[in-house]
């Protein structure tokens, strides 16, 4: 069954167990990342000089896409990449839900759904777990050892280690190192160079931006 790269993005983004989410604050920003490369595959925008210029406006069928697409065809102007991270890594919430349903719909997560006190809540646990722990092994082999497989897996390299998700996948110090060393490498040398680049050092920059205003506010709070 079909799963796009920003279905598999959140599948890695969930705890496989538990259900949670591996990084909550940064999870708006990976989504975001993955639907402007996924704009870009489908030859909908060019990215240029850090700004996203709409070449075919045309609706995809595809939910969020088609949010995206219409904001940026509505904004008349080539707006930047951070612009659009910012803007819907807000939206988060809004464009995980049916993301997560369409997940549970082709039973790549469970829907379990929890209670405390008078809050309700859902946890999303894998119902496919080999798929998701060969998405990473894909990713591993990929970053540790050159070893090419499906066309998504530089983007999903880029996007986990743009949001800090990566660190899970790798098993120690000597190995994260490596691999934030080459991550940058593959992003340059795919074959929408420019997109994922450009889209990567955006989601790096939002996601620098959103730890330094938290440890401002924190710091702030402790006085």
Same mark, same amino acid.
């Given at each position: 069954m079909e799963i796009t790269l920003k279905e598999k993005f959140i599948l890695l983004a969930m705890n496989p167990q538990k259900g949670t989410n591996l990084i909550p604050t940064f999870i708006g920003h990976g989504i975001a990342g993955a639907i402007l490369l996924e704009l870009a595959g489908l030859k909908k925008v060019n990215i240029e000089d850090n700004r996203i210029i709409v070449t075919d406006s045309k609706r995809t069928g595809d939910e969020q896409l088609d949010l995206v697409l219409a904001y940026l065809k509505d /904004?008349?102007?080539?707006?930047k990449v951070k612009t659009i991270i910012n803007k819907f890594q807000g939206k988060a919430s809004k464009i995980k839900k049916p993301l997560l349903a369409g997940l549970v719909n082709k039973r790549f997560l469970h829907r379990n759904e929890k209670r405390?006190?008078?809050?309700?809540?859902?946890?999303?646990?894998s119902a496919n777990r080999k798929y998701r722990?060969?998405?990473i092994e894909h990713i591993r082999r990929l970053i540790l050892r050159d070893i090419? #497989?499906?066309d998504d897996i530089?983007?999903? /390299?880029?996007?986990?280690?743009a949001t800090q998700l990566f660190t899970k996948f790798f098993r120690d110090r000597k190995e994260r190192k490596l691999a934030r060393q080459r991550v940058k490498q593959i992003v340059k040398e795919n074959e929408i160079e420019g997109a994922i680049d450009e889209t990567v050092k955006a989601v790096q920059a939002?996601?620098?931006v959103s730890i330094a205003?938290? /440890?401002?506010? /924190?710091? #702030? #709070?402790?006085?």
């Open positions: /904004a008349g102007k080539p707006l405390f006190l008078f809050f309700k809540y859902n946890l999303y646990p722990d060969d998405l090419k #497989s499906d530089p983007l999903l /390299a880029g996007l986990t280690g939002a996601i620098a205003t938290t /440890a401002v506010v /924190a710091t #702030s #709070s402790s006085h």
